[in-house]
């Protein structure tokens, strides 16, 4: 039977409740092939699960999940195949992450004006060593009995556009593909159907991405269809994964259900193996005038 590949995977690094060692053996047991570690501006999971995925045998591609903003609105840039070692790359993540501290003190700061006295330390125990975010606020809350449940955290106070949401001191998007493809990696729009509108994802293509996450647990069968019909007009990769967080939300059994097929891996190696060295390029080439169809159609 053909293999199977789940490329959207976090832990601990990032908000993801697993190990990297975790995260590959329930890959394993779930029967996939490939798997992708894509945690939130950082790569510390990757060289522990490629270790462990090669003595189990599960291939594990180097992954990072960026954010960026698009004309105020988050858009999630997946970065795979990339060189995870690469200094500049990580030279960038390092100051993502630290602009995520700046953030998460900022939240707190904002929840504790409201009244909620939830103590930063309490953050900071949740994130570990991983690159913080909103999940580790909603966890302490949840922990300490400051909200019942963890999306009500985010219904009340820290989801976008409510009164203790901060935004991401965040990059563009086509910076989030540059950035990848100074590494040598391939970028792809992360999860479409959760907050991008048509004409953003004109946009995306048009800042050089190399493909489109169409399978994902917020894309119903008509997102999917819809997606991978672009993606082939514009002969862009397609790739998904379940975006696994390994929460209390999503058991470990959820690792395995939202996945895509080995050849879509095998089309994006042949991609890394086709196109020019990118380092030190600007993403996209100049001097191409856009296509007809959906990129020229509407006024964007
Ligand atoms: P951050 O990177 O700090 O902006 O946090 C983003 C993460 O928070 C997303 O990847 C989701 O896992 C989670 N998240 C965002 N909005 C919600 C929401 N309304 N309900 C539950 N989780 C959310
Ligand atoms: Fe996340
Ligand atoms: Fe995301
Ligand atoms: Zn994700």
Same mark, same amino acid.
């Given at each position: 039977?053909?293999?199977?590949?789940?490329?959207?995977?976090?832990?601990?690094?990032?908000?993801?409740?697993?190990?990297?060692?975790?995260?590959?053996?329930?890959?394993?047991?779930?029967?996939?092939?490939? #798997?992708?570690?894509?945690?939130?501006?950082?790569?510390?999971?990757?060289?522990? @699960?490629?270790?462990? /995925?090669? @003595?189990?045998?599960?291939?594990?591609?180097?992954?990072?999940?960026?954010?960026?903003?698009?004309?105020?609105?988050?858009?999630?840039?997946?970065?795979?195949?990339? %060189?995870?070692?690469? %200094?500049?790359?990580?030279?960038?993540?390092?100051?993502?992450? $630290?602009?995520?501290?700046?953030?998460?003190?900022?939240?707190?700061?904002?929840?504790?004006?409201?009244?909620?006295?939830?103590?930063?330390?309490?953050?900071? %125990?949740?994130? /570990? +060593? &991983?690159? #913080? /975010?909103?999940?580790?606020?909603?966890?302490?809350?949840?922990?300490?009995?400051?909200?019942?449940?963890?999306?009500?955290?985010?219904?009340?106070?820290?989801?976008?556009? $409510?009164?203790?949401?901060?935004?991401?001191?965040?990059?563009?998007? $086509?910076? @989030?593909?540059?950035?990848?493809?100074?590494? &040598?990696?391939?970028? !792809?729009?992360? =999860?479409?159907?959760?907050?991008?509108?048509?004409?953003?994802?004109?946009?995306?293509?048009?800042?050089?991405?190399? &493909?489109?996450?169409?399978? =994902?647990?917020? +894309?119903?069968?008509?997102?999917?269809? !819809?997606?991978?019909?672009?993606?082939?007009?514009?002969?862009?990769?397609?790739?998904?994964?379940?975006? !696994? +967080?390994?929460?209390?939300?999503?058991?470990?059994?959820?690792?395995?259900?939202?996945?895509?097929?080995?050849?879509?891996? @095998?089309?994006?190696?042949?991609?890394?193996?086709?196109?020019?060295?990118?380092? /030190?390029? %600007? !993403?996209?080439?100049?001097?191409?005038?856009?296509?007809? &169809?959906?990129?020229?159609?509407?006024?964007?």
């Amino acid at each position: 039977m053909e293999g199977r590949a789940d490329l959207h995977i976090h832990t601990t690094h990032s908000d993801g409740a697993y190990s990297a060692r975790a995260i590959v053996g329930h890959a394993r047991r779930a029967g996939l092939t490939t #798997i992708s570690i894509t945690d939130h501006d950082s790569t510390g999971a990757i060289d522990e @699960a490629i270790a462990v /995925g090669r @003595a189990c045998g599960v291939a594990v591609i180097p992954g990072v999940e960026l954010s960026a903003s698009l004309d105020g609105q988050d858009v999630h840039i997946l970065g795979y195949f990339l %060189d995870h070692t690469h %200094d500049g790359v990580q030279a960038h993540l390092q100051v993502l992450r $630290r602009e995520r501290l700046r953030r998460a003190e900022r939240i707190v700061g904002r929840l504790n004006d409201l009244n909620v006295p939830l103590p930063f330390e309490a953050v900071l %125990d949740q994130a /570990g +060593h &991983g690159s #913080i /975010g909103r999940p580790h606020i909603a966890h302490a809350m949840l922990e300490l009995g400051l909200t019942q449940t963890y999306h009500e955290a985010f219904l009340k106070y820290i989801g976008s556009g $409510r009164p203790a949401y901060e935004r991401h001191a965040k990059m563009t998007p $086509r910076e @989030a593909v540059a950035l990848i493809a100074m590494a &040598g990696g391939l970028s !792809f729009i992360a =999860h479409p159907g959760a907050s991008v509108t048509d004409d953003m994802l004109k946009t995306l293509i048009s800042d050089g991405v190399d &493909g489109i996450e169409t399978v =994902h647990p917020c +894309h119903p069968p008509e997102r999917e269809a !819809f997606y991978a019909g672009i993606a082939a007009e514009y002969f862009l990769l397609t790739s998904g994964g379940s975006d !696994f +967080h390994g929460t209390k939300k999503h058991g470990p059994v959820y690792l395995g259900t939202s996945t895509i097929p080995e050849p879509w891996v @095998a089309a994006m190696r042949r991609r890394l193996f086709d196109r020019p060295q990118v380092r /030190g390029l %600007d !993403f996209p080439p100049t001097g191409i005038p856009p296509a007809a &169809g959906f990129l020229g159609s509407g006024t964007a």
